[in-house]
């Protein structure tokens, strides 16, 4: 994919997504902001996946609006991958 910047942005915010959803089964309050900062300080992979998102994240209106249908269609199947993933986050 040619706009790796705006996917790895947006697999961090799907990833940060089910990590909200983990944390707020009983509704979100205040205390879930500190399990949620808890749990991406001690997921690696998570963290490296946020860094490398918000590293590159000023890129990503230009890349997305120079984007081709086919690498929009590439990116619609990221997000879609992440679907079972994030019903779930939700169900759990």
Same mark, same amino acid.
């Given at each position: 994919?040619?706009?790796?910047n705006?996917?790895?942005?947006?697999?961090?915010?799907?990833?940060?997504?089910c990590e909200?959803?983990?944390?707020?089964?009983?509704?979100?309050?205040?205390?879930? !902001? /500190?399990?949620?900062?808890?749990?991406?300080q001690? @997921?690696e992979?998570? =963290?490296?996946?946020?860094?490398?998102?918000?590293?590159?994240?000023?890129?990503?209106?230009?890349?997305?609006?120079?984007?081709?249908?086919?690498?929009?269609?590439?990116?619609?199947i !990221? /997000?879609?991958?992440?679907?079972p993933?994030?019903? @779930?986050?939700?169900? =759990?």
């Open positions: 994919m040619a706009n790796q705006t996917k790895e942005v947006v697999v961090a915010l799907l990833e940060f997504t909200i959803a983990k944390v707020s089964k009983d509704g979100i309050q205040t205390s879930d !902001a /500190l399990v949620l900062w808890a749990s991406i001690n @997921n992979d998570l =963290k490296a996946k946020f860094i490398a998102a918000f590293d590159e994240i000023k890129s990503v209106p230009e890349e997305i609006k120079n984007m081709s249908w086919e690498e929009k269609s590439e990116l619609a !990221a /997000l879609l991958t992440y679907l993933k994030l019903i @779930n986050a939700f169900k =759990k």
